[in-house]
């Protein structure tokens, strides 16, 4: 059952991920906003303008 | 493209929604009400961004107004350093406040503003804050050329002096959810690790796994505690030295415990130790408190008059205008005023027609019509023309600003009452402790060795989690609920403090009553300029402001001679002019038999020589439903008016209000504000209705500041709560919820207590286990978090 250490420190070092990525996430201020960006997702990418000739 | 002119027919403009009028434009089958919106859209077609119309219908903003020269101050760099927030030699980056944000539309077409001009990079929209940071190549577009082009789609952004004087703040929600991050890791990790020992393990892996685990679980209740519970250990610390007994007191107390609990049990292999039940505690605590701590950041709750007043303002120097901010006007400085603009400072009319409307600043409805060589007080709105002034004081000076000097801004609200958490905590640690420590004699007289344990396991199961959740989940609740119905807060706990209110002051202009067009006309036979010369005359002798109210409407030069004027207080007038007998009021004074008199509206009535020739018709313009609104509150509070107008409309207030109230009128600022210091100084919770700036003082000082607002994305003097002005009618629900809603918490507080009874009788036992503890803390916590949420929602669907 030694085996269970490794486990534990495998699950350790992904939970651990898990916080340095809402740490950052928090840092980076990407829940600063929590309305716009569910409506900016749903945009189509226009093409960029073509220049007209008249 | 080809214009074509429609006769009038009732369409809706394509891009803003209004009705079209005559001067409708039709264009690709779509009709405009005006050439800006027409406009607008060109602009968006060509350059590929008809989503905009797709999105949304009618997204656009009325362009009826011309920006003409109103930016030019921007190309002042004094003024552009305070605007800009990094600047390089090619791109400028800075943040708008744009209140016309309102639809997902609004975001697609300012994110796109690049195809439209290509000065600008790019931008970036924060919808809940109606603010668009902006990144632009100054070889390309000036800040003035920038913002021009978005006021000539619609969305202009606003300034004022506050957001130039202002430093802007860091989002104080981070160090928080970063607790919470760190709490959640080790309440997750701890509970993977306690489940083992909980299940039970054999015993070949037992003698090995269990001080492991038990050291793994000790290594991360130390931030938990340390960091992520800190804010509860130093709210205790600072309470006991203000000998303040707060919730923070218990719930310290029992996680101190637990902590040192952990440390004994763990590494003297006596037990488990509680880390799952602290780090859980922990967890769930800081979950309430990020829950209440909701704000509304569009909206602005501590604005002062700077945020009123323009930044910047055209002075005449030499016949050269200039445009100068308004922190560098000096004194002796001529200044130009348009139509429409705020005058900034106590002046000197130098030139033009004054028609000043005051009704923002002092309540009076009536714009005032000022002479050459008067002053003219800062805060007023001139309506009629361009203006010429000196400036005879400096913005921070005036008369109106004055009223910020009051003590009353200086210090911080601890007016406040004691809310109901503090209240039961005081009481709860008393008795937490009580019990602990006859827990202790208990077992001292019949099992030593269980003295310990039963003293400490009374200080961790009552902790009072449960009964720290309800009130930041209930509040935080409630504050959401209303915010919904366009009634929102500064913070949760203002909730609790409008529960505990027992009166109500309104003001009047523009909080009872609705504040624009016209209000008087005349009814009946058409009038002849003669007929009318002879009301005009009668009505200018008398002093009552109705007669006043005629005179102004009528507005005519006449010197006719009046005789036997008679004036009979409550009913009208008699005169005889110029041969003419003239009876001017109450229809029973006339002796008229009218069909209806309505109580939304006044009537003079008139008579020429005994003949009848119609009525003026006042109308009151009070919001709908103030009727209602009055007789509901009238139960339960005690109600006071306080009008900065006239005592016009005091007979038709009178009827409305319940005859103990007060009404007062033509009062000031500083009278207002005295007004509800001398109501507090008698032991009333007064909450505060008010609207303008001469409510500010009032508002402030109030238990309760509730500023109504036709526009909530415009001007609103600091308060505690916001409410948009169409909901006036439900106030009377909304007191009333946020009252059901400290009676949910009551019961919350109740349930809390049980589960709190059901732990202590496992803990005076002394046969408390972690496995208990762990169970009962989440169970008491959801069961009270379910139960407040539940109720609050299903007493807000009740509330409309």
């Not at chain 2, 929600?173 to 309440?187: D, E, P, S």
């Not at chain 2, 827990?439 to 009964?467: G, M, N």
């Not at chain 2, 109030?702 to 169409?726: C, H, K, Q, R, Y």
Request: proline fraction near 3%.
């Amino acid at each position: 059952m030694k085996i269970m250490f490794v486990l534990i420190g495998c699950s350790f070092i992904l939970a651990f991920g898990f916080l340095v990525a809402f740490i950052w996430m928090v840092k980076s201020g990407q829940i600063d906003d929590d309305y716009t960006p569910s409506v900016r997702i749903l945009f189509d990418d226009g093409t960029l303008p073509e220049k007209k000739e008249l | 493209m080809i214009e074509i002119k429609k006769p009038k027919a009732k369409t809706s403009c394509y891009h803003c929604g209004d009705f079209c009028d005559e001067n409708e434009i039709l264009i690709a089958e779509k009709s405009f009400c005006c050439n800006g919106c027409k406009n607008v859209f060109v602009l968006l077609t060509d350059n590929n961004l008809t989503s905009y119309y797709s999105i949304e219908k009618t997204p656009g903003k009325s362009l009826k107004q011309s920006i003409g020269n109103k930016f030019a101050y921007l190309d002042d760099p004094n003024i552009q350093t305070k605007i800009i927030d990094y600047i390089d030699a090619k791109i400028a980056r800075l943040q708008f406040k744009i209140p016309n944000i309102h639809c997902s539309s609004c975001i697609y077409l300012l994110e796109n503003l690049y195809k439209i001009n290509e000065g600008v990079v790019a931008v970036r929209v924060n919808f809940l804050k109606k603010n668009a940071t902006i990144v632009y190549d100054i070889n390309k577009i000036s800040l003035r050329q920038l913002v021009e082009l978005l006021a000539s789609i619609g969305y202009e952004p606003s300034f004022n002096m506050s957001d130039i004087d202002s430093v802007k703040p860091l989002n104080p929600n981070r160090k928080l959810l970063f607790q919470i991050g760190v709490a959640g890791f080790c309440f997750g990790n701890i509970m993977l690790v306690s489940f083992p020992e909980y299940f039970g393990l054999d015993n070949n892996t037992k003698h090995y796994l269990s001080p492991a685990f038990g050291l793994i679980n000790l290594a991360l209740s130390i931030p938990t505690f340390l960091y992520s519970g800190q804010d509860y250990l130093i709210g205790a610390f600072k309470g006991l030295r203000k000998k303040l007994i707060t919730i923070d007191v218990p719930l310290a107390l029992g996680l101190v415990v637990l902590f040192i609990r952990n440390i004994y049990e763990i590494l003297s292999h006596t037990g488990l130790g509680y880390c799952d039940t602290l780090a859980g505690l922990i967890f769930f605590l800081l979950i309430g408190k990020w829950f209440q701590q909701k704000t509304y950041d569009s909206l602005s709750f501590e604005r002062d008059y700077k945020s009123y007043f323009p930044i910047s303002v055209v002075t005449i120097h030499h016949n050269k205008n200039t445009t100068v901010a308004i922190d560098k006007l000096k004194i002796g400085d001529r200044i130009l005023i348009r139509n429409n603009e705020i005058i900034p400072t106590d002046s000197i009319l130098l030139k033009g027609k004054a028609n000043i409307d005051f009704s923002f600043v002092s309540g009076e409805n009536e714009p005032i019509v000022k002479e050459l060589g008067e002053i003219i007080f800062a805060g007023g709105k001139q309506t009629s023309g361009n203006i010429e002034l000196e400036v005879k004081k400096l913005t921070e000076q005036s008369y109106l600003t004055q009223l910020w000097n009051n003590d009353i801004f200086a210090k911080e609200n601890n007016s406040k009452v004691e809310t109901f958490q503090t209240k039961v905590s005081k009481y709860f640690t008393f008795a937490l402790l009580a019990i602990a420590l006859s827990a202790a004699v208990f077992w001292a007289v019949y099992d030593i060795s269980k003295i310990i344990h039963a003293f400490t396991s009374v200080l961790i199961i009552a902790c009072p989690c449960a009964l720290a959740l309800s009130s930041p989940f209930a509040l935080g609740n409630a504050m959401r609920n209303l915010g919904r119905n366009k009634f929102y807060l500064k913070s949760a706990s203002v909730v609790e403090n409008i529960a505990n209110m027992n009166t109500i002051v309104f003001d009047k202009t523009g909080t009872i009553t609705q504040s624009n067009d016209s209000k008087i006309n005349f009814v009946g036979n058409h009038l002849s300029e003669f007929e009318k010369e002879l009301i005009f005359s009668v009505t200018q002798n008398s002093i009552h402001p109705l007669s006043k109210l005629i005179a102004q409407f009528l507005d005519m030069n006449s010197d006719i001679i009046l005789n036997n004027f008679k004036e009979i207080t409550g009913k009208g007038i008699e005169a005889n002019v110029a041969g003419y007998n003239v009876l001017v009021g109450s229809a029973s004074f006339l002796n008229i038999k009218v069909e209806e008199n309505s109580l939304l509206n006044t009537r003079i009535y008139i008579k020429i020589n005994q003949e009848y020739k119609g009525c003026f018709v006042i109308n009151h313009k009070y919001r709908k439903g103030l009727k209602q609104v009055i007789s509901n509150l009238s139960n339960k509070y005690s109600l006071h008016l306080l009008s900065g107008d006239n005592e016009l409309e005091k007979t038709y207030l009178q009827t409305i209000f319940p005859s103990q109230s007060e009404l007062l009128f033509k009062q000031n600022p500083t009278d207002k504000l005295l007004y509800i210091n001398t109501l507090q100084g008698n032991k009333n919770k007064v909450i505060m209705v008010g609207d303008g700036l001469n409510d500010a003082g009032a508002l402030k000082a109030a238990n309760v500041g509730i500023s109504l607002s036709e526009n909530t994305a415009s001007f609103s003097p600091s308060s505690d709560v916001i409410m948009d002005a169409i909901n006036f009618e439900y106030l009377p629900a909304y007191l009333q919820y946020c009252k059901n809603t400290m009676k949910v918490i009551y019961v919350s507080f109740a349930l809390s207590l049980l589960y709190n009874l059901i732990g202590l009788s496992y803990a005076v036992s002394g046969t408390l286990s972690p496995v208990i503890a762990a169970i009962l803390m989440p169970i008491s916590s959801v069961t009270v978090i379910g139960f407040t949420s539940i109720s609050t929602y299903l007493l807000a669907r009740k509330m409309k």
